[in-house]
């Protein structure tokens, strides 16, 4: 994954003084890996996204009806991967939330020993590549920590990602005008009733969208768990296709799945973003 | 005056090498409504956020009631509690209505019941003129609307000191007046105020006092018709001029 923070300030907050009416910032966090999200203002028929994305499912259709000889095996077998795939996706992606908004919290902390211990994490953790990561916590720890392939590649993505959830999230607190904390504080509030009351419920609304990207990232990163013994799709493919020499059909339609669910995800995600921006309302 | 509900003494205050502060005294009686006046940068907003400790005072010490508030053990949510704070910006919550706005403080710092954070909050929208506003949301109010949400809001939690920082600054001419009657209101029910503003009108509505600062001091302090009519000091004079 190509990992970049990019914050875009669409409109300054009020300068204090000034005349003009306050109107909340707006600001757009993408944690991207680049091209794939599709832009929602091209409505064309030949978008990129619908050639890739529905030239993807007629592919997928159209092979086993062309050569069912290998496709419909293949098809057959290789779907069951799927289980692993989102398993490991969606509880990676639960624990990864829990220790980026930890993360987020501790990065703005004034506690010094806090946000040093924070701001570390993030970066030993962006600093060393998720398959050198998944190799250490399986083969290096592994053995010391008895743990299993799903078990290591389930915590070795959560603390991956945990470290650039916590971006996102301290991205996200920052994007909330002071105002509202001190309008929290001088109605008597604590700081953390402030966070949980008034700062947190507008930041999800700011990350939703890059923390949508971030689970399409990981739903592809989590194909590297395949070398972790974890029957995934890639793995369930990487079988079929060692037993029957299959080699390119198998990864043919491997990639396909793939592709569909990113492009599907994605879509989803730029759609999110879309009705956010528009009518970014609390209530409807 | 010692016995005032708020009391400065001696504020001193600095942002980086800009003295926002020098050396302040104050004392503010028990229902006085005081305006604070002066030009940008004169350290008037500053003063104000200090009395909630927004802004901590590099020295000196402020008094509210027998609380001092710039005491490092001071229990500063307790005072909050009873110093409401109206904000130029409104800073009104856009994840909750105006209803929920208002009735969020005291449920969860005064712990007070539902049903009854519920029916204060409809009450306190009645009273700023906004009855039917109950489930609009801040985006779906005019500025001067959202400011007399901010007012009922800090008034949910029966302070008995209220603090506005510029409330009409950022307000269109024709809503300025919607929001100076909600504060001219109170100002007759008796509520002590400290208000940064340059409403001149209001000043004489409503004011016992004009406190004039400029490069954080007071200059001089007067009853409205008294400061703007006969200023003691030329720098007095001179601002007046520009405002009047």
């Known amino acids: ?284 | 005056m010692d016995n005032g509900i708020i009391r400065i003494k001696d504020a001193c205050k600095h942002f980086g090498a800009v003295q926002a502060l020098r050396g302040v005294d104050l004392v503010i009686a028990k229902g006085e409504v005081v305006l604070v006046i002066g030009p940008s940068g004169s350290g008037k907003s500053t003063l104000l956020r200090c009395v909630n400790r927004l802004e901590h005072l590099d020295s000196g010490e402020i008094w509210v009631e027998d609380d001092c508030v710039t005491s490092p053990h001071a229990n500063i949510r307790k005072i909050r509690e009873e110093v409401g704070m109206v904000f130029q910006s409104f800073n009104l919550f856009p994840h909750l209505s105006a209803a929920q706005n208002i009735s969020l403080s005291p449920l969860i710092v005064l712990r007070e019941d539902k049903a009854e954070a519920q029916e204060r909050a409809r009450a306190l929208l009645a009273r700023v003129g906004l009855a039917d506003k109950e489930y609009s949301y801040p985006e779906q109010l005019s500025g001067g609307q959202q400011q007399r949400v901010a007012i009922a809001r800090a008034l949910a939690m029966r302070p008995k000191i209220m603090l506005f920082d510029e409330p009409t600054s950022a307000l269109d001419p024709e809503m300025i007046k919607e929001v100076l009657d909600v504060m001219l209101d109170l100002a007759k029910e008796g509520m002590t105020m400290m208000v940064v503003s340059h409403e001149m009108g209001f000043a004489r509505a409503a004011a016992d006092r004009v406190v004039f600062m400029d490069e954080g001091q007071i200059i001089e302090a007067a009853p409205p018709d008294e400061l703007f009519a006969h200023p003691k000091e030329e720098r007095t004079q001179r601002f007046l001029n520009h405002i009047l």
Request: glycine residues 8%; hydrophobic residues 50%.
């Open chain 1, 1 to 284: 994954m190509s990992d970049f923070l990019r914050i875009g300030k669409r409109k300054a907050p009020p300068a204090s003084g000034s005349a003009a009416p306050p109107a909340l910032p707006h600001f757009n966090i993408n944690v991207t890996d680049g091209t794939l999200i599709p832009s929602t203002g091209d409505k064309s028929i030949l978008s990129a996204w619908n050639i890739s994305f529905f030239g993807a499912i007629a592919a997928i259709i159209i092979l086993p009806i062309l050569s069912p000889k290998p496709y419909l095996d293949i098809l057959a077998v290789v779907p069951d991967g799927l289980v692993a795939t989102f398993g490991v996706t969606i509880v990676s992606i639960l624990f990864a939330l829990v220790l980026g908004l930890l993360t987020g919290l501790g990065r703005i902390a004034k506690t010094k020993p806090i946000n040093l211990i924070a701001t570390i994490y993030v970066e030993v953790i962006r600093g060393i590549p998720l398959l050198v990561q998944l190799f250490y916590i399986y083969y290096a720890l592994g053995p010391l920590l008895h743990l299993k392939g799903p078990a290591s590649a389930v915590m070795a993505m959560s603390i991956c990602y945990g470290a650039y959830m916590g971006e996102i999230f301290r991205a996200g607190i920052q994007s909330i005008p002071k105002g509202q904390m001190e309008a929290a504080l001088a109605l008597g509030m604590s700081r953390t009733q402030a966070l949980w009351r008034i700062i947190l419920p507008q930041t999800v609304k700011v990350i939703l969208p890059p923390i949508g990207n971030e689970f399409i990232a990981l739903l592809k990163d989590s194909s590297l768990v395949s070398i972790l013994a974890v029957a995934d799709l890639l793995r369930r493919g990487r079988e079929y296709a060692s037993t029957t020499f299959n080699y390119l059909q198998s990864f043919t339609i491997v990639a396909l799945i793939y592709l569909i669910m990113t492009l599907f995800f994605s879509r989803l995600v730029g759609i999110m973003e879309t009705r956010l921006r528009n009518h970014g309302q609390w209530h409807n």
